[in-house]
């Protein structure tokens, strides 16, 4: 990636999570000094050794999440832990790293615990978003927040836009497009420079959130059968991790991004009855079942990613042949050298 960063600060609010350990660490190597600012209880280490869940991949994803923090540490990038939801201790931390850049990822990060508790999403979500745009709507350094592809709702046509209007549907939804208001407010009113992201469907290494893909693999690794909600024709664009970190770093770099909203996907939806059969093909003896469609699950498709492609020079690269594979592959080492973890 040809972009200049070198000495940029950037505060990556909900930094040790998935998105942005992948952020930082791509920040460090590209010369930029990057600072996480994370809680590490929202869908991190306090989620999964509190007892609380009892999930079966608790200590699975103990495990990755540690790897998270051993990386972060190896590779020397400053972890402030504070509560974002605490206005007193987020403020001071955001002023001494003094940043030219604000990466905002704080938030719960998937939609059916968001509409089974709309509470804790608004207060992990909407607050945590509130004190960070006030601390920093004097200071102005470029403010980058990350909102969802649900934001569109159900896809009327093959694929959407930034222009395409947005219905969204549940409450994760409403609250990532009612964050997109407020970054645009604050914009409005204090003169933020802002930048807002839309992902969908991410995937990759050291994820906790379990989402469609990463259950198939792991039910798979555990000898379970996979289970599909429909009948596998609804389509998502599957978006490697690496892909998104390449359009974060250039929303980064390059000051065209100031103003503006990007799709940043792969660029091209497949279906679901694609990724389980991809799953399928690396473990023969698992079988699939499908089961009735969760209604508040919109209808999507491909995000076009022509604008950034456009603006900032946005190349990705992985598409689920390449990064999906990788992604098994990655499990299925795990699974040789700690079947423990799966129960195996």
Wanted: hydrophobic letters at 40%; proline letters at 5%; glycine letters at 6%.
């Amino acid at each position: 990636m040809n972009v200049n960063i070198k000495g940029k600060r950037v505060a990556i609010v909900g930094g040790a999570g998935f998105i942005g350990h992948n952020l930082a660490l791509k920040l460090k190597e590209l010369g930029a000094e990057p600072h996480i600012i994370d809680s590490l209880q929202v869908n991190n280490l306090g989620a999964f050794t509190s007892g609380i869940s009892k999930l079966p991949t608790d200590d699975l994803y103990i495990q990755f999440i540690n790897e998270r923090l051993d990386l972060i540490r190896q590779n020397e990038i400053p972890m402030h832990i504070v509560d974002v939801r605490e206005y007193q201790l987020l403020s001071p931390h955001l002023n001494s790293i003094q940043p030219d850049v604000v990466v905002h990822l704080a938030a719960v990060a998937h939609a059916n615990r968001a509409n089974k508790d709309p509470y804790h999403t608004f207060d992990h979500s909407m607050r945590t978003l509130e004190n960070t745009l006030d601390s920093v709507k004097d200071t102005k350094p470029h403010f980058i927040y990350f909102s969802s592809s649900m934001v569109y709702g159900n896809f009327g046509e093959e694929f959407v836009t930034e222009k395409t209007a947005c219905e969204p549907l549940g409450i994760y939804a409403a609250l990532k497009y009612s964050g997109e208001k407020l970054v645009t407010a604050y914009n409005q009113v204090f003169d933020l420079p802002i930048t807002i992201i839309r992902p969908s469907a991410l995937y990759g290494e050291r994820c906790v959130s379990r989402r469609v893909g990463q259950a198939f693999i792991e039910n798979a690794c555990r000898g379970l059968n996979l289970t599909l909600n429909g009948d596998g024709s609804d389509s998502l664009d599957f978006t490697y991790i690496q892909d998104l970190v390449q359009g974060i770093v250039l929303c980064i770099a390059k000051d065209e991004a100031k103003g503006e909203i990007f799709n940043l996907t792969y660029g091209s939806a497949r279906t679901l009855m694609d990724l389980a059969n991809t799953v399928l093909e690396h473990f023969p003896n698992v079988e699939l079942e499908l089961k009735p469609r969760d209604k508040l699950m919109p209808k999507r498709g491909t995000l076009s990613v022509d604008k950034a492609r456009t603006l900032l020079g946005y190349e990705p690269a992985y598409p689920i042949e390449v990064g999906f594979l990788q992604y098994i592959e990655w499990y299925k080492s795990l699974l040789e050298k700690h079947p423990e973890h799966f129960g195996v």
